[in-house]
Structure formats: structure tokens, C-alpha cells
Nanobody, 116 residues
Framework: QVHLVESGGGLVQPGGSLRLSCTASANIVSNNAMGWYRQAPEKQRELVATIFPGGLTNYVDSVKGRFTISKDNAKNTLYLQMNSLKPEDTAVYYC??????????WGQGTQVTVAS
């Protein structure tokens, strides 16, 4: 059973930056489309950034130009660099497969809070 562990969240002021990490217990990052999801209170989980095996990336419009998804295949680690953070970015952030119907069991996520 593959598990995912997210880290790097925290409390930042609007306009600040955070770098999130997601480590996987198996070699899944290299050959799978991986994504960062977020879920704000009382909202459904949404996919905000995707990175495909070849390195192509995709972002939801609300984070384009501010977030950058990347990965280190050798470390089975996914990253999300978040800049120019806004209060509406506040959510619990998760990583998982971003393509197809199969998803790994969700990790605990990492809380990102953007507030003054």
C-alpha cells in the first residue's frame, strides 16, 4: 500500500510564499501524472496543479502565475512552490494521482493558512 505524506504548510501573510512537499513510499512520481489538490472548509476538493511524466504542467486558472509544481523523481517527491499567496488559497493541501480514476488513499494533507 503506497502512502503519501505532505508537509511544508503553515501560516503566512498575504503575498507570502510557501513550498510544499509530498513524499511517496513507492516509485510513482516518475511515471504517473501527479497533482496537488486543496480543500477549503465546506468546499469540495479541487485539483490545482498537475505535472505529467514528461514534465508538462497544468494549473487551475486561479493559481496560474503564482504556483509552480515540480518533482524530484529520484526522491519520489512532489513539490508546490506557492508565491503571492492570497487568503482564498487557505486550505488543506494534498497530493495524489491526477489522471484516471485510481487515487491512492489520501494522506493527512498540510494546512496552508493565508491571513494577516
Amino acid at each position: 500500500q503506497v502512502h503519501l505524506v505532505e508537509s511544508g504548510g503553515g501560516l503566512v501573510q498575504p503575498g507570502g510564499s510557501l513550498r510544499l512537499s509530498c513524499t511517496a513510499s513507492a516509485n510513482i512520481v516518475s511515471n504517473n501524472a501527479m497533482g496537488w489538490y486543496r480543500q477549503a472548509p465546506e468546499k469540495q476538493r479541487e485539483l490545482v496543479a498537475t505535472i505529467f511524466p514528461g514534465g508538462l504542467t497544468n494549473y487551475v486558472d486561479s493559481v496560474k502565475g503564482r504556483f509552480t509544481i515540480s518533482k524530484d523523481n529520484a526522491k519520489n517527491t512532489l513539490y508546490l512552490q506557492m508565491n503571492s499567496l492570497k487568503p482564498e488559497d487557505t486550505a488543506v493541501y494534498y497530493c495524489n494521482f491526477a489522471f484516471g480514476t485510481i487515487r491512492l488513499s489520501w494522506g493527512q494533507g498540510t494546512q496552508v493558512t493565508v491571513a494577516s
